[in-house]
């Protein structure tokens, strides 16, 4: 195995884990994920939006964290759930910066706890997530090692 391969193991284990551990409170909590994601203001509910799209948001969001984290982790659609995991990065940097231009407070991001206190919206978060899209970017780019090995010629 080559080391760049082995890098990009260790750091799609490592995003698995963490999408995964993203989830979880999420999964157990969709209601109070939910008003997290009504806090930021992007998809409801308001007064033109009803809350259908931000709950919709909120049940399925982290699903398709675990599922992805799962992918990452495994290696099976490593590459696409790398992929996946890079457009969640950027909608999540999307809606943070959002926030913070519109002088909306985000006390607690629902990055990885919705229920007490989380961590807040501001630049080390933007800082953290940019972070984990390089990473994303790198394993959604690097080649899928080759697992099969074929006869020399003349063997």
């Not at 080559?2 to 884990?17: Q, W």
């Not at 509910?45 to 675990?66: D, Y």
């Amino acid at each position: 195995m080559r080391l760049r391969d082995l890098l990009t193991a260790v750091l799609a284990i490592a995003l698995g884990v963490i999408f995964i551990y993203a989830s979880l409170d999420k999964i157990e909590h969709p209601d109070a994920f939910a008003r997290i994601v009504y806090h930021y203001r992007l998809i409801g509910p308001s007064a033109s939006v009803g809350p259908l799209p931000a709950n919709l948001a909120a049940v399925t969001l982290p699903w398709v964290e675990i599922l992805a984290g799962i992918a990452l982790i495994s290696g099976v659609w490593r590459r696409e759930a790398a992929g996946l995991v890079a457009l969640l990065l950027v909608i999540f940097l999307g809606a943070v910066s959002w926030a913070l231009l519109h002088g909306i407070d985000i006390e607690n991001c629902g990055c990885f706890t919705v229920t007490g206190a989380g961590r807040g919206a501001g630049i080390k978060l933007l800082a953290e997530d940019l972070a984990l899209l390089v990473v994303a970017l790198f394993i959604a780019a690097s080649p899928v090692p080759s697992t099969l090995t074929t006869p020399a010629a003349g063997a």
